[in-house]
């Protein structure tokens, strides 16, 4: 520690950089443009529609969490984020990647990056993200398959024509993590410029055993040549963690639900040294835009990705059989090799026909995923853990029992039209074609191939009446599918090779409100409907199981922005019921009904802040309620807080602390038991400097 709290120093006294960016109030030369925000308040999107177009117009409920809210909350990762977007549940994701749930459908696929899919497991950092969008609801539109609840879009920073500007910062948790970022813009002529930005996290937690490290670095170099303009960006991503799955349950009263066991919050249940994770990513991203003529616009993005992944664990594959009795295990080890190559061009074409005028959006996407996946199951010494006397198994690992090699290949072809009546009433109409094929091979035994096409056909279309200039109250419909291949296409039985894609529909009503540039409140209620669902097996985690047709109802309000020139509030409360369609006993897994999440930051005077911030989660079930023992997370409450205070005009530093009043509860799970303790109170300090 006291090593750490030198180089702290030793960095705070280097002569470090902020940018001046749109979220200060400053214009900024982006030769790329991702959007704009004020503080908080996000003002339009470049993803929403695939057009430039202010939140307000887009018939859709969207969260922005742009970069200074991220520093504000000192988020270090997507969890992190999405903790304060009410409408979104984070999963476990088995210890080595990122799940989330939105609107009641689970995925582990649905990230985006700049609009393009990036849709290999794994955790994503965001020391090179400028904002975080959440578009909610089914939309296969613009994003193609998948996208079922809604989708996670990370907006990477770009290089700027401002000047030299480099920033740095170090920060260090009370559990021993520490990390390092630096983010470096530097002119190269007076139309081009570069960024670099890096990171290195030294991982650390409340729970035994754990660690790992993770470091990124990610230079991008972008030209402004007129009417046209490049972007070249190579990240290269190394993670190495322990894989950690949590506690399990414990039967309470007869008839009802499981609970997390308690009294274990720190306790691993995996087995030191095998329990692991790693990853290697190398992902280059193109990005070309052109001004055709004055009303016509073109856009094209080309990324390659090469990840290079493995998880082993030891885990909990059943409740306790007692407070200090014995929890039966399991293992595995899954290395798992994708090459993603996704190009995506659009034409965006501004055309008035009298008094009604037209965005006109057309668009090609094409990709192609290779991915090679294996799976041997482990032998352990001991199958179950004795928890009067806890002595960790040793592992070895047999032959395959899965070794899958595929292919998907996706065309897709979209049209959209953003239609203005005047200065009262929009509508956003489109279709979007897809063709989807996978063929692979399960070598296990005799070889067996497996393959198949789906071509789909995905509508959207969205009514907005304008009362005022800065209010729009909207309806919408769309669709999404998903192929049977899941979100990760490592294989795919015989019998769903003979099954249609899963179907999901949305309809929603809302509202959104300007009362100023700088503050807005939003109000929706939908209803998703889901058909051809499928679940995991909460009883086999290699299975799933036909469930038929599911719905999802529910309503979101958000308030964000500045409600005073020294207060700051990104506000949401959403209310959600998930279950299968005619059946209530049948709830949909980590779909809480109330989620409420407010965080708050107040200037005290130009140099002093507090920060504070608010979680409140009721019950939710770790998987799918198809038995009266699923097991219940209980609800929760956690308070988190802040403190800022600018040293100079170089240096900021930072407190942030988390669940403040040491709340026990469960953040989050994988299934039944599989589940995660929540932190106790930990702080977080952080050193900003700049110049």
């Not at 090593?3 to 214009?27: I, N, Q, Y």
């Not at 059943?318 to 009795?325: D, E, F, I, K």
């Not at 509508?427 to 067996?448: H, S």
């Not at 999440?597 to 920060?611: K, P, T």
């Amino acid at each position: 520690m006291k090593k750490l709290l030198l180089a702290t120093v030793a960095l705070a006294a280097l002569p470090t950089a902020t940018f001046a960016s749109e979220a200060d109030g400053h214009e900024v030369s982006a030769i790329i443009v991702t959007g704009k925000a004020i503080g908080y308040k996000a003002v339009n999107s470049v993803t929403a529609t695939k057009t430039n177009t202010p939140l307000l117009d887009v018939p859709q409920s969207i969260s922005v969490v742009t970069r200074e809210r991220l520093d504000d909350q000192a988020q270090r990762s997507m969890a992190d984020v999405l903790r304060y977007v009410p409408g979104t549940t984070v999963g476990q994701g088995e210890g080595n990647r990122d799940q989330i749930t939105l609107r009641g459908q689970n995925t582990s696929a649905d990230f985006f990056l700049d609009g393009v899919r990036d849709d290999v497991q794994y955790y994503r950092s965001l020391y090179n993200i400028e904002r975080v969008e959440i578009l909610k609801g089914p939309f296969a539109l613009i994003f193609g398959r998948g996208g079922s609840g809604g989708i996670i879009n990370r907006v990477q920073k770009t290089p700027t024509a401002d000047g030299l500007a480099v920033r740095g910062s170090v920060s260090a948790n009370t559990f021993g993590a520490w990390d390092l970022a630096a983010d470096i813009n530097a002119p190269i002529s007076d139309n081009a410029a570069f960024r670099l930005n890096a990171t290195y996290e030294s991982l650390d937690n409340h729970r035994d055993f754990f660690g790992g490290e993770r470091y990124a670095i990610n230079p991008y170099l972008a030209v402004d040549m007129g009417p046209w303009k490049l972007g070249l960006s190579y990240e290269y991503v190394n993670d190495d963690r322990v894989t950690d799955r949590g506690v399990p349950s414990i039967a309470t009263l007869t008839g009802q639900p499981n609970r997390p066991i308690t009294g274990y919050r720190d306790t691993f249940f995996g087995t030191p040294g095998v329990n692991r994770a790693g990853l290697e990513a190398h992902i280059v991203k193109a990005r070309l835009d052109g001004e055709l003529t004055e009303t016509l616009n073109w856009s094209t993005t080309l990324l390659y990705g090469d990840y290079d992944k493995y998880y082993t664990n030891v885990y909990p594959n059943g409740p306790a059989t007692g407070q200090t009795g014995t929890v039966a295990l399991f293992s595995y080890t899954d290395p798992t090799r994708r090459q993603n190559l996704i190009a995506q061009t659009n034409l965006v074409w501004d055309v008035d026909l009298g008094s009604v005028s037209n965005k006109i959006l057309l668009g090609l996407e094409y990709g192609d995923q290779d991915s090679v996946n294996q799976r041997r199951n482990g032998t352990l010494s001991n199958s179950t853990l004795n928890l009067a006397n806890i002595a960790y198994p040793k592992v070895t690992f047999g032959p395959l029992v899965r070794n899958t090699e595929s292919n998907v290949q996706f065309a897709s072809a979209y049209a959209q039209d953003q239609i203005s009546f005047g200065e009262h009433v929009d509508v956003v109409v489109g279709v979007r074609y897809d063709r989807f094929e996978i063929k692979g091979v399960d070598l296990i035994g005799t070889p067996r191939p497996f393959a198949r096409t789906d071509e789909k056909v995905s509508p959207r279309i969205g009514l907005i009446f304008k009362p005022a200039e800065n209010i729009s109250i909207y309806g919408s419909y769309s669709q999404s599918f998903l192929p049977r291949s899941g979100d990760q296409f490592l294989t795919m039985s015989a019998a769903q090779q003979n099954l249609a894609p899963e179907k999901f529909t949305n309809y929603e009503l809302g509202a959104k409100w300007d009362l100023r540039p700088d503050l807005n409140v939003t109000l929706a209620l939908f209803q998703l409907d889901r058909t051809n669902a499928t679940t995991p097996d909460p009883n086999n985690v290699t299975a799933t199981i036909n469930i038929g047709e599911t719905r999802t109802k529910g309503v979101e309000l958000a308030l964000i922005g500045r409600i005073t020139p020294k207060w700051q509030m990104s506000s949401g409360y959403t209310y959600q019921d998930a279950q299968l369609s005619g059946n209530g006993f049948v709830q949909l897994a980590q779909a809480p009904k109330h989620q409420i999440a407010v965080w708050n930051r107040y200037d005290v005077n130009s140099r002093f802040g507090l920060g504070l911030g608010v979680v409140r989660q009721s019950s939710q079930f770790a998987a799918i309620r198809t038995s009266t023992t699923t097991t219940l997370l209980p609800a929760f409450t956690r308070v988190d807080a802040a403190l800022f205070f600018e040293a100079t005009d170089r240096l900021e530093l930072q407190v942030n602390i988390e669940n403040l009043l040491n709340e026990a509860y469960f953040s989050d799970a994988h299934n039944n038991n599989n589940i995660t303790p929540g932190a106790p109170i930990n702080a977080r300090f952080t050193v900003r400097s700049r110049f």
